[in-house]
């Protein structure tokens, strides 16, 4: 069964930084792109940055191009999301999954990016 646990939100004053993880269990992590998503309030979940199995090749929505950094470690099973420079609209709920999502998501973290 999969299991995806994201940490590490908080609330932030605007031009902050945040560093998110998600650790993943019950999945061929190694082999899968991953990808980090949010939902902001009132809106539909969005993806915004994708990291190849072996981790050279990410991609990056424009929303978060040159803030926003993922990376992963696939001893831990983990992968990281560090946000810089953090303004009110990244203010949502973080969730990751596969580059193609599982249907399964977890229960995501908040981050909320005080003006």
């Known amino acids: 069964q999969v299991q995806l646990v994201e940490s590490g939100g908080g609330l932030v004053q605007a031009g902050g930084s945040l560093r998110l993880s998600c650790s993943a269990t019950?999945?061929?992590?190694?082999?899968?792109?991953m990808a980090w998503y949010r939902q902001a309030p009132g809106k539909q979940r969005e993806w915004f940055a994708t990291?190849?199995?072996?981790?050279?090749?990410?991609s990056y929505a424009d929303s978060v191009k040159g803030r926003f950094t993922i990376s992963r470690d696939n001893a831990k099973n983990t992968v990281y999301l560090q946000m810089n420079n953090l303004k009110p609209e990244d203010t949502a709920v973080y969730y990751c999954?596969?580059?193609?999502?599982?249907?399964?998501w977890g229960q995501g973290t908040q981050v909320i990016v005080s003006s």
């Open positions: 990291i190849s199995s072996g981790g050279r090749t990410p």
């Open positions: 019950g999945m061929p992590f190694s082999i899968n792109a």
């Open positions: 999954n596969r580059a193609v999502p599982y249907a399964s």
